[in-house]
């Protein structure tokens, strides 16, 4: 689960003031909101990149309030996806099980059951120059639950997609929700992604977030 | 219709608009790129006189006559190694307060990227100078024995002003990187070691080249501050600039020649290099 209590930031002239949220364990959370209210700044507290002055976040069992990002067990898929320029498709997959020493195996075992999920699989020798919007963003996704966190976090990971590729990446993350327990946080400023994906939809404003009911 | 128009206008006929009405006349464009072209043409062709000009001068007879003395065998020897060194420990330097400076805002960040910038603007005889001085004090005075007017002396001060572009180069090169990237790898784990060398290193090699190449051609030209630091002595501090200053002040033009034809030649080396393997935009 992820549960945000009373986090208050404050960067330059930009605050955020005692914001609470929570999205229950397995549930796909939506946030919403103008562009430039803070949506990306939350969720990058939520992952530890940001510094927070007041509050408490809790993903799964843990409060990881103090911890560093690489601690926290958080899948990130940031805006534009973000890939690495330098490696090939397979060695984005594997790049996070690499720093956690894994095992030969296990990491081919997963390397194939990630890239057949996200039908990347005649991607993985390719590197990130040339690949569609779509192909990207879906290595962005494989990159992230490469080892299997508990939360997934995505900036707007559909806003650079064309309708049908869109489309598909809805009927993509259905299926990766239906084989793999991940609780997720999804911002965006586009309503019908809250609708088609979100469980839970929070609208964040004037630097507070409310849970709304559609 | 004609309810609208008065009586005045009933009685004249209408005359054809001219095609030339409400069109917006503009002047052409030749004057501003013939200006252009001659301005920068006369650059260019000054640069490549003057390089003619020293190739119809000498000869390979001369180069290779040049070669076989054995003070200027020793000047290209050090001036390869000292170069090398000085390229590398720019570069052992320059990557890690590049990518401070690119990274974190810290206080005092602008104050230290113009200190920075100083090696660049200031006098080459001057950063000599002060080099000189500064080993007249303690606890520097303490090395300058086998510092000063010896072979580690062309070294620094070969460095103290390449490794100035060198870090210009990759403070240029990390600014250019997208720090989402090192984000998302901490959040699959990394330290910030890691991300830094696993991540951000690999984009940055291209960066890194440009900078190596840049301090190595820079210190190939170094020539104020080695004179005075290290002294020109032959067959001990001297290298390729100071050799030619040395012949010069001999009174042996075509030697002096022949070695700056060396030198042009391991430029052109270097500029190749740089822009084939280093980054397009990010030479000097």
Redesign the interface.
């Known amino acids: 689960m992820i549960a945000v209590e009373e986090l208050s930031l404050c960067i330059g002239s930009f605050a955020l003031e005692r914001v609470s949220l929570s999205v229950p364990v397995g549930k796909y959370g939506v946030l919403m909101g103008k562009t430039g209210c803070g949506k990306t700044t939350l969720l990058?507290s939520i992952?530890?990149?940001k510094r927070i002055q007041n509050g408490q976040i809790v993903l799964g069992d843990r409060t990881v309030t103090h911890l560093?990002?690489?601690e926290?067990g958080?899948?990130?898929v940031?805006?534009?996806g973000?890939?690495?320029?330098?490696?090939t498709v397979r060695e984005h997959l594997t790049?996070?099980m690499v720093?956690?020493k894994n095992g030969q195996q296990a990491i081919s075992r997963r390397i194939e059951k990630v890239a057949e999920l996200l039908s990347i699989g005649d991607l993985l020798e390719r590197k990130p120059f040339g690949l569609s919007g779509g192909e990207r963003q879906r290595v962005a996704f494989g990159?992230?639950l490469?080892?299997e966190p508990a939360v997934l976090l995505m900036d707007e990971p559909l806003s650079a997609l064309d309708d049908e590729t869109r489309n598909q990446m809805y009927d993509l993350i259905r299926r990766v929700r239906t084989q793999t327990v991940v609780t997720a946080l999804h911002v965006t400023h586009n309503r019908q992604e809250a609708a088609e994906l979100g469980d839970v939809i929070f609208q964040m404003e004037d630097g507070t977030v409310k849970e709304i009911d559609e | 219709m004609t309810e609208a128009v008065s009586s005045d206008e009933q009685s004249a006929p209408l005359s054809p608009i001219p095609p030339d009405v409400g069109v917006h006349h503009v002047g052409s464009d030749a004057p501003f790129y013939i200006g252009m072209v001659v301005l920068g043409g006369t650059y260019v062709l000054l640069l490549i006189a003057m390089l003619a000009a020293d190739l119809f001068y000498t000869s390979p007879d001369h180069v290779l006559a040049a070669l076989a003395k054995p003070a200027i065998q020793y000047s290209l020897k050090l001036s390869l190694i000292s170069c090398s060194l000085t390229a590398l420990l720019s570069l052992w330097v320059a990557v890690p307060i590049g990518y401070l400076l690119a990274r974190h805002r810290f206080w005092g960040r602008d104050l230290v990227d113009a200190i920075l910038d100083i090696p660049i603007v200031l006098p080459p005889l001057v950063v000599g100078l002060s080099l000189l001085i500064l080993f007249q004090f303690w606890p520097f005075q303490l090395a300058a024995d086998w510092i000063v007017y010896q072979i580690p002396a062309v070294i620094l001060a070969q460095f103290m002003v390449a490794c100035a572009f060198a870090v210009r180069t990759m403070r240029v090169t990390f600014d250019q990187i997208d720090p989402r990237c090192e984000q998302v790898a901490l959040t699959l784990g990394c330290t910030r070691a890691q991300a830094f060398a696993m991540v951000v290193l690999p984009e940055a090699k291209r960066g890194i080249i440009t900078a190596a190449t840049l301090a190595w051609a820079r210190s190939l030209g170094e020539f104020g501050p080695l004179l005075i630091f290290a002294g020109a002595t032959r067959m001990k501090t001297e290298v390729l600039s100071t050799t030619v200053f040395l012949e010069l002040s001999v009174g042996d033009l075509e030697a002096a020649v022949a070695v700056s034809i060396l030198m042009v030649a391991a430029a052109i080396t270097v500029l190749v290099i740089a822009r084939v393997w280093g980054s397009r935009d990010l030479t000097l």
Do not use: K, N, V, W
């Open positions: 990058e992952a530890g990149l560093r990002p690489a926290r958080i899948g990130y940031p805006q534009d973000a890939l690495f320029s330098t490696m790049f996070a720093i956690r990159r992230a490469s080892f």
